[in-house]
């Protein structure tokens, strides 16, 4: 995904024209977090860091860029050229992908030259944001049927191009077990799944006639869409089919359904299955699902081996943006942090130790300065150094297999859908006296003032 | 946009193996079309055709890409050799982007070979959702603040890069007057717009300090961001600041509030400012808007003259996907349709007919078979023929203008947010008559039988 570094707001560059006159070039530290979690989350996974270092590794631009950046009549023609050579030149430390967090907790730490850590916050948010929430959504998907077969299929309406791809990939690192969408098979190596279309079955003279077809073009890998007319008469169907079928050495392998009551479907067709014989033919649901639709059904008992989500997981449908932020935490050595109404932040550079019970169950995370050595295990690992990352990064299976292993961490009330008890992130003393520290050197307006000072814990 | 063949559904690729190993490949018809409102939604505004040209006008496999597929283990590779000169060589009918348009209607027909209109389902509905999505959403804040300055702040916050660069687009089309993208500006010429950071005040000594450098900078367009501390202080010092620059002959163009009550907080800014002679001045409120919000304030008489809109509308987050799908509605000759409980479809080529009376309101839609004569305004209009346009299509302001004349036409209960009256859209005679002659002809399993069909309309 070769990104322009135009796919930035216009502030990122009026900003950096004015640092570039005024000379400001100093370092910065910026976090990501998450300022609140959803209601309906009660955690996150930490994704999209895999998209954050290629684009870091790639952020340039071009010469069309350039030259249209100096004829759009905004800029002024120094700053443009300046623009030529910046690469990134920083370091990054960040959560692994597919670990858990929770609010106010960086996931991903960036120290640079001011105008670098600065241009690239747009495309680091726009990347962090949605794989963590897509992580977490497929990861509840997960908890609810831990032992079915979870396969992406929302690409069609996932928001763009991009958005599909990488919600076949954060789905897959929170749990799912592939997806529909091709491409991400040959990027990241994602298993791959589909079945038919009703267009499939409309386009031959019957049901069995457009099954016949398929299972002798994929004898080994078919799964026949049912519900194009009505289910029972096409389980019906099949059941007759399969016995022709036999006859070649082919075996029908599955049904899928994908309208109606999904569960009271399921129950009749697997019934006229099995009593035709065909006990080892799997089914498969799809249609509006999400974690609680899944969960309904596991709990249901209805004999549904997998299940194709899409939609809704998406999109996050039920809660499809995260209240999340980059911000500057230090500049030229300075801790700064912002006040604004509901919207404050812990200045500095901050560190996430992470503590577990003897069962190596989670407990509890500090959150702290980076300098302070607090118990627990730090969460945030170092990632790049000097524009170039400092350690091959995991493959999205290691990956995925550290989320689930991650999952099981969790505090058990966390493996139901339901809100949970709130998990414990302690701020240090050390940071506390920080952030009054910070509130009384920028005062009102942001100039030493005897004002008072709002020291509260960001809400 | 560079999109690979590959951004697609794995049942595309198997059904085409299946088409080419049986010979199947005659003239199949698809027609793109909403199911059902959003409760949220009055209308939808036709978006993403451009895109849909562009990406039919550049369908192919590359080479890499058919290597792939051959090795894959999925696909004979007779057929995989098959694809390596598939082209889009069919027609598109559609409605002109920024036409309103509801539920049951296509907005857009494709007729071609049934390889390649099987193969473009999935990315066909990916770009027609998103942007007609977005830009009902844009066009509902348009309605809400019809003579405020709005701006596409969501980028980062968007579900990934295209998101991000269609919803610039999508919203600019609904009747935004521009957006924070900068790439958007590059690609679309959509207008661009921005102010600061709160980094940007964090990085100064004091926010006057700030302020004077960015006003220095860009002394025609600059607007202060005045809540990371305190707007209220803020705004005096941004007073004290103007006299100082007066003398530079710089003016101070506006101030942003980006937290707290934006309307409350605006008033109080702009008494402040207004007592410092700063009438001229003006107010850019952001942070957590949408229509709602943004009608609140205009209807609160809260003294802002632009609204930056970002995560709520990019994301459509009340209602972040649509009921939406792309159907074969014909095959070979034969009229075909779905019956799957609650996804029934009309079958056939189908138009829309727009009827407005005598003030040019739009008073009803007949939805009618392209061969009949039904009156009103055709709405579907020729695209593409032979795999290529057929005309230039208009240019995105043009289409904007077009978008922003057909809301004038709307029903003007549809002008408020809340539900208006259901636009009636009636389906012709001829229409019903094919549905229930399809039905008899499809019985159950597809096969002609005596079963009772079902006729109702779709649900």
Known sequence: MAISA?????????????????????????????????????FLIAGGLEQVVEYLEDLHFSSDELDWLADCGRFHRRFVGSLAGLHFTGGVDAMPEGTPFFADEPILRVVAPLREAQLIETRLVNLLQFQSMIAAKAARVRLAAPGSLLVDFGLRRAHGAEAGLLSARASYLG??????????????GVPLFGTMAHSFVQTHASENAAFADFARSFP??????????????????????????????????????????????????????????????????????????????????????????????????DQPYLDCAYKLQEYAGLPCRKRSAGKATWPGRKQVWRSYDSRGRMF??????????????????????GGRRVAHLPTLSASRAYAQAQL?????GMWHLGPAELYPVEVSAALRQLAEEVDRRTGAGGQASAAATDSRAPA
Chains 1, 2 share one sequence.
């Open 6 to 42: 135009l796919l930035t707001d216009l502030y990122q560059l009026t900003m950096l024209q004015v640092y570039f006159e005024r000379g400001m070039n100093e370092k910065a530290v910026f976090e990501f977090f998450v300022r609140r979690l959803p209601e309906q989350r009660n």
């Open 175 to 188: 749990g799912f077990d592939g997806t529909a969408t091709v491409e991400a098979g040959l990027r990241w």
């Open 220 to 317: 080994l890998a078919n799964t026949l869409l049912i519900d194009t007319y009505d289910s029972e008469a096409a389980a019906h169907g099949v059941v007759a089919l399969a016995r022709q079928l036999a006859a070649e050495g082919i075996a029908i392998q599955g049904v899928r359904i994908d309208s109606g009551n999904l569960g009271e479907q399921a129950r009749r067709v697997r019934a006229i299955l099995d009593s035709g014989g065909l006990s080892g033919v799997r089914i498969f649901a799809s249609g509006n699902l999400d974690e609680y639709a899944v969960q309904a059904l596991v709990a249901g008992g209805a004999p549904i081996y997998g299940f194709g989500v899409g939609t809704r997981m998406n999109t996050s449908a």
């Open 364 to 385: 509890g995370d500090r959150l702290g300065l980076l300098a302070e050595a607090c118990p627990g295990t730090p969460l945030l690992q170092p990632v790049m150094r």
């Open 408 to 412: 099981l961490t969790l505090p058990s």
